[in-house]
């Protein structure tokens, strides 16, 4: 069996587990969204989301250093050099921990102030707000510490391990939701403390599994200093990108608390959870095959890094798709059944959110191939130039009367334009074929882009709005969906490739009868 078709194997057997750790969490985060509003209100929802929102801010830091961790690992196993990869660990144990303190810093003095100086909060709230805080501030450091555990698990490509835990931490939630409906204290300051409880036990499960599973993943203080430059240089420039994509979120979350309020806050973060539910779909693909990604770089198979990099696109869009469509169309019935009240402008905010990430995961498989070479300061300095544009355009947007979902439409072209850079950025890197993606990929994606609406759209104008207009939306939209897809997104080879699977499995099946 060729190494490719091995790889191909894996791929499709870590994209299974990741689904099955994705649904459950999709099916409890939903319910619980709903429960945990109902008990707390669109008020404390917001302060919950808003105020969680200012550590977020801080995550920029981390984010940028979890890149470099899981690229570093993962490039090391690619290389097969054991040695240096156990120091790689320790060396980014020790980074965590000192983000960590600087992060706490940071955000007790910065966070502390903002919230209570700046912020819109409703009287009487500001103790509980305060609360939040804190244990979001926990919260956050416990996961920071987690970062280079979990690096190693997908490094590993061991993804039945995600599935197995999230059956645990779905049940902690749904008792979470229960405990605080219930519960006759303060519900938002339980709900934060609850929150901080399953982080720190997660983070106790994935560190021991690590130390028991991976010879690497043992801790023991290392000052590599060529190794620490190393790696905190790429995270810095790593830090950098992800500056504009922190101002675009949760900078541009507190301009909505700071010009409409945190019920708008509420309907934000109710699409957010929609949007972030439908996500997970194409993240658990781009978890499986991001490694690969990086090990065939590694490796110098640049054939198989070019495939990766299509497919990975084009896949990645058309399994987000199949979920737009119907909750585009249907956004207001699915909200009516979802939620007992929702918030206003609820819908559109759904709509819009879920346009503008599909223009960030364009670009994903990109970025990854880009950040396998190590080299991105120019990447980062082009990307943010255009980036951070967001963040003062939809300012200027609010201050002349614009209304809070304007921000989406901003978003959603802006972060369009950057797939173009890093295009540029793969053929000048590692010579991608430019040429050989526009087409095949952008232009396939384009087409049924617009196919995709049109029979489902029929349906929604033909018939009133009810339940069964509901299911007839999502069963034609699934059906037809897959009918472009297959037809006009796929190219010949990719045709014959699923069908052969699909005979496969359909062999398999009868032979078991």
């Known amino acids: 069996m060729s190494q490719a078709l091995q790889n191909n194997k894996r791929i499709a057997k870590n994209t299974l587990l990741l689904y099955f750790r994705m649904i459950i969490l999709m099916l409890v985060t939903l319910y619980t969204s709903r429960v945990v509003l109902d008990a707390l209100g669109e008020s404390d929802y917001g302060i919950y989301n808003v105020v969680g929102g200012i550590v977020a801010m801080f995550s920029v830091l981390s984010n940028s250093l979890s890149g470099a961790i899981s690229r570093f690992i993962t490039y090391e196993l690619g290389t097969g050099n054991k040695k240096r990869l156990a120091r790689i660990f320790s060396t980014s144990v020790n980074i965590q921990i000192l983000m960590a303190l600087a992060i706490f810093v940071l955000c007790e003095v910065g966070g502390v102030w903002f919230l209570n100086v700046k912020m819109n909060i409703p009287d009487g709230r500001m103790e509980a707000a305060n609360i939040v805080l804190q244990c979001s501030i926990a919260t ?106 922190m101002l675009n979120t949760q900078g541009v979350n507190m301009l909505i608390n700071i010009f409409f ?58 399994i987000m798709y199949l979920f ?15 939620l007992k009240e929702v918030p206003a402008d609820t819908p559109v905010f759904m709509r819009l959110v879920l346009f503008s990430t599909l223009a960030t995961l364009l670009g994903n498989p990109m970025l990854t191939a880009i950040l396998a070479t190590g080299k991105i300061r120019n990447y980062q300095i082009a990307v943010v130039s255009v980036g951070c544009l967001v963040f003062p355009l939809t300012w200027i947007a609010y201050k002349l009367g614009c209304p809070a979902y304007t921000t989406y439409v901003i978003y959603s072209v802006i972060y ?98």
């Open 416 to 513: 369009f334009s950057l797939n173009f850079i890093r295009l540029s950025f793969l053929k000048k890197l590692m010579g991608f074929p430019v040429g050989g993606f526009i087409l095949p990929v952008f232009g396939r994606i384009g087409i049924c882009a617009v196919l995709t609406f049109v029979l489902p759209a029929v349906v929604m104008f033909v018939l009133p709005p009810s339940f069964l207009r509901l299911l007839a939306v999502c069963v034609v939209s699934l059906l037809w969906s897959v009918a472009c897809v297959y037809y006009v997104g796929l190219e010949k080879e990719e045709r014959i490739f699923f069908m052969n699977k699909a005979k496969q499995l359909l062999i398999k099946k009868l032979k078991k009868i």
């Open 140 to 245: 956050f450091m416990v996961n920071l510490i987690s970062v280079p555990y979990n690096a190693t698990i997908i490094a590993h490509e061991r993804m039945g391990v995600f599935a197995y835990i999230s059956i645990l931490e779905a049940g902690l939630k749904l008792l979470v939701a229960y405990l605080i409906y219930i519960s006759t204290f303060d519900k938002l300051m339980v709900y934060a403390q609850l929150i901080l409880g399953i982080a720190i036990l997660l983070r106790l499960i994935y560190g021991i599994y690590c130390g028991r599973h991976f010879a690497e993943a043992h801790y023991r203080f290392i000052l590599d200093r060529p190794l620490l430059k190393e790696m905190t240089g790429f995270a810095g420039w790593n830090l950098f990108g992800s500056t504009a994509y």
């Open 261 to 318: 309020g945190v019920t708008t806050n509420a309907a934000r973060a109710i699409a957010v959870q929609v949007d972030a539910a439908v996500t997970q779909f194409v993240n658990n693909f781009m978890t499986a095959i991001n490694p690969q990604i990086t090990k065939s770089y590694a490796a110098g198979d640049r054939e198989y890094l070019f495939k990766l990099v299509c497919r990975g696109t084009k896949y990645s869009f058309f």
């Open 324 to 338: 737009i469509v119907p909750l585009v169309l249907e956004a207001d019935t699915i909200l009516g059944i979802w």
